[in-house]
């Protein structure tokens, strides 16, 4: 492959990704918050932005016990409110993070799977045309479900790749899909483990 074509492809590359970026930031905190799970998640995390109590998820300064989610969602709302302020904007932002780094993952694994960067961005575009995907439920919103999405494509992707290249699999690649799996099951336990 010669360096023009390979200059052809990170360039649609970067306008794809750009694009998803702007589809997943663009008016991002516009909305209220919803009253299902968005809301839930929402409360917890702006307590333990307030009290700074990252292990047991409260609500009013009360242990919270209503769902039993691990709090790896709310750690990077913190992280976002600490950036952001308080905010909807801050608390999405985690969300629509991860819906751009599935992105990045898609490309990256295109590229290492099949030596073609082209389809991955074809996958990206797909997943920019999916209705479901970018809508106020995943992508856009304060919900575990865009993070589970990128950790478990993430680490069954790093599987796959394990089963094609087994004797020149990278040990970097075994802490990848360690990481991978551990924060898919710390954002919705058995959700990880379906895959």
Excluded at 69 to 92: C, D, H
Excluded at 137 to 165: E, N
Aim: one cysteine or more; hydrophobic letters at 55%.
């Amino acid at each position: 492959m010669n360096q023009i074509s390979i200059k052809i492809d990170y360039f649609f590359g970067s306008i794809v990704l750009a694009i998803a970026t702007f589809f997943a930031l663009h008016g991002l905190g516009d909305h209220a918050l919803y009253i299902w799970d968005e809301a839930w998640y929402a409360l917890n995390a702006i307590d333990m932005y307030w009290n700074q109590s990252f292990m047991v998820l409260t609500r009013d300064n009360i242990p919270d016990f209503s769902h039993a989610k691990p709090p790896i969602l709310m750690w990077f709302q913190v992280i976002s409110m600490s950036i952001f302020g308080v905010n909807e904007f801050a608390l999405r932002f985690p969300s629509a993070l991860a819906f751009v780094c599935l992105c990045i993952v898609l490309c990256f694994f295109s590229k290492k799977l099949s030596g073609n960067f082209f389809i991955g961005v074809v996958a990206v575009l797909f997943l920019l045309s999916s209705s479901g995907l970018l809508r106020f439920h995943v992508a856009r919103s304060g919900d575990t479900d865009s993070l589970l999405i990128l950790f478990t494509t993430s680490f069954s992707l790093l599987l796959w790749y394990y089963q094609f290249k087994k004797e020149n699999f990278e040990r970097r690649f075994y802490w990848l899909f360690a990481i991978t799996f551990i924060a898919a099951f710390l954002t919705k336990t058995l959700g990880a483990i379906i895959p």
